[in-house]
Each structure stands twice: as structure tokens, then as C-alpha cells.
T-cell receptor, first 110, second 113 residues
Framework: KAGVTQTPRYLIKTRGQQVTLSCSPI?????VSWYQQTPGQGLQFLFE???????NKGNFPGRFSGRQFSNSRSEMNVSTLELGDSALYLC?????????FGPGTRLLVL | AQSVSQHNHHVILSEAASLELGCNYS??????LFWYVQYPGQHLQLLLK??????LVKGIKGFEAEFIKSKFSFNLRKPSVQWSDTAEYFC???????????FGTGTRLQVFP
């Protein structure tokens, strides 16, 4: 089975712009979670979707949003980008209580 | 609130040395426990996991971890490390039946030949 795929892999944006990241889970996985990884804060949970419904949300501002489509693919959106949003954004799909991670999208905000 | 502590931030070992990385969590209920590894330039990979049963779990690449409920600990061990084990190791916990993984801050392991 193919693993979790994320696009794009790298992204450079400027402050104030918005960005959309995409994640395709492992085939058959219906749950997708998003995490932010930074050197200072480590890995932090953003949100989780299951069957197109957000089931859990982390402590991030409303600028961070997401959605899931009927084919389980998920997108996350960050509006009004700030310098501090520079990070590696990881997507994970879950089966049987275990999450499998994608390679991430590295976002740099200038 | 749940939290995970990894006490060793940076560990340096020579090949063939034994490894033990500490992980403690705070949560009173049933938890699932994980160790993930992130090799340089690669994505997070699952090393091993504990849900229930035998508290000594074996993972890939010769790693094992022991769940000690009374100590809220889930330490990672390997009897003899290799240069290829150089990576960052993350302990994670999620409360039973939720998807939210709480990660520790990670331990950077450097193994020298």
C-alpha cells in the first residue's frame, strides 16, 4: 500500500498570505490528523477528521482550518500567515489506533 | 491535561553501546503508548506501540519498550546501537479512543562508529 502523501513538499509564502496543504491518507484509512512540528514547540496536534467531520481540535487560532472530502483526502488552510507559522506540517492517517505519518509540507513564511 | 516528558534531550553513544530513553506521561486513564523515530531527512516512522497485554513490547530494528503503569513510564531500549540508529526519537500517548497524539519533545540520538 502506498503511504500517506502530502503536497506540496515545500512552500514559501509571505506574511499575510494564505496557504492550503493537501494530504492523501493510506487507502482505506478514514481518519486524518494534522500536526505542526517546530524546533521550539515540537509536535503539536492541530485537528483530526473522520468521515468528513472534525472530531478534535488543538489549541491553535482560528486562522488554522481544515476539511476532509468524501474520499478521505484532507486539506488544511492557514490564513493571514505569520512568521511563526513557519513549520513542518505533518498529516497522519489512522487505522486500529495507530497513526502513520506522511513526509510533511515544509512551510517557510517570509 | 495530558503531557509527555522525555528527560534526555540529546544522547551521544558509540556503536554497540546500550540505549535507554526515558518517557513519562501524565494521564490517569487508559492510554495507548507509542515510540516514533525520525531519521535525518525522513518522515516519522512507528517504532513500536503498546495498547494492552504484555508490558514489554518489541518493535522494529531491535528496539523494545517496557510499560510500567505504576511509574507512568514507557522507556525505550536497545541492547546494542548502530550508527544507523542516529535519529530523533519521540514518545507519544493518546487517551483511549481518541486520535489526538501528545508528543514528548524528542530525544536526539547520535551514534558514532
Amino acid at each position: 500500500k502506498a503511504g500517506v502523501t502530502q503536497t506540496p513538499r515545500y512552500l514559501i509564502k509571505t506574511r499575510g498570505q494564505q496557504v492550503t496543504l493537501s494530504c492523501s491518507p493510506i487507502s482505506g484509512h478514514r481518519s486524518v490528523s494534522w500536526y505542526q512540528q517546530t524546533p521550539g514547540q515540537g509536535l503539536q496536534f492541530l485537528f483530526e477528521y473522520f468521515s468528513e467531520t472534525q472530531r478534535n481540535k488543538g489549541n491553535f487560532p482560528g486562522r488554522f482550518s481544515g476539511r476532509q472530502f468524501s474520499n478521505s483526502r484532507s486539506e488544511m488552510n492557514v490564513s493571514t500567515l505569520e512568521l511563526g507559522d513557519s513549520a513542518l506540517y505533518l498529516c497522519a492517517s489512522r487505522t486500529q489506533e495507530t497513526q502513520y505519518f506522511g513526509p510533511g509540507t515544509r512551510l517557510l513564511v517570509l | 491535561a495530558q503531557s509527555v516528558s522525555q528527560h534526555n534531550h540529546h544522547v551521544i553513544l558509540s556503536e554497540a553501546a546500550s540505549l535507554e530513553l526515558g518517557c513519562n506521561y501524565s494521564y490517569g486513564g487508559t492510554v495507548n503508548l507509542f515510540w516514533y523515530v525520525q531519521y535525518p531527512g525522513q518522515h516519522l516512522q512507528l517504532l513500536l506501540k503498546y495498547f494492552s497485554g504484555d508490558p514489554l513490547v518489541k518493535g522494529i530494528k531491535g528496539f523494545e519498550a517496557e510499560f510500567i503503569k505504576s511509574k507512568f513510564s514507557f522507556n525505550l531500549r536497545k541492547p546494542s546501537v548502530q550508527w544507523s540508529d542516529t535519529a530523533e526519537y519521540f514518545c507519544a500517548v493518546n487517551a483511549y479512543n481518541t486520535d489526538k497524539l501528545i508528543f514528548g519533545t524528542g530525544t536526539r540520538l547520535q551514534v558514532f562508529p
